[in-house]
């Protein structure tokens, strides 16, 4: 797609399957009770300064659409409104005082061990324990994630077959 609201079938499903894995292994029973608890979950992708810097938009428009107020997507580099301090006042603005961050990365590698959840000064995690935010990091990679092997599988399997 071309702009932010433009959303194919497979981010809508990736964006279910990660944050009903998210909700489930932060301890919750739904988005809803994790909204209540005041805890927001932030997917954090690579980003690039190509148009394809879309696909994160597109992302977080689909999280809207699906009601998930309390998830927010964010990238290493690219778009400024998707670098950490945007994304920081971001769900600081929406009254959230607990944080999960999660790779939104095929593999879970050294952005997310450390641009993510190193405990270095500018890692994402440093940056919100800064700001008085409770924060849990989640190393695990979209590629770990069975629904979204399974689409994998069938684009895989869909290519051959042509």
Known sequence: GSDATVINEDKKAVAEIITAEAVKDAGFDSIEAAKEDGTAFVFMGHGTHHTAMVTYSQMQTQMNELGY??????TVEGDEAFLADAIIENVAAAGYTKVVLRPLM?????????DMAGDEEDSWKSAFKAEGFEVECVIKGLGEYAGVQQILVEHASAAITK
């Open 69 to 74: 107020d309390n998830v927010f997507i964010g």
């Open 106 to 114: 095929v593999v879970a590698g050294d952005h997310a061990n450390n």
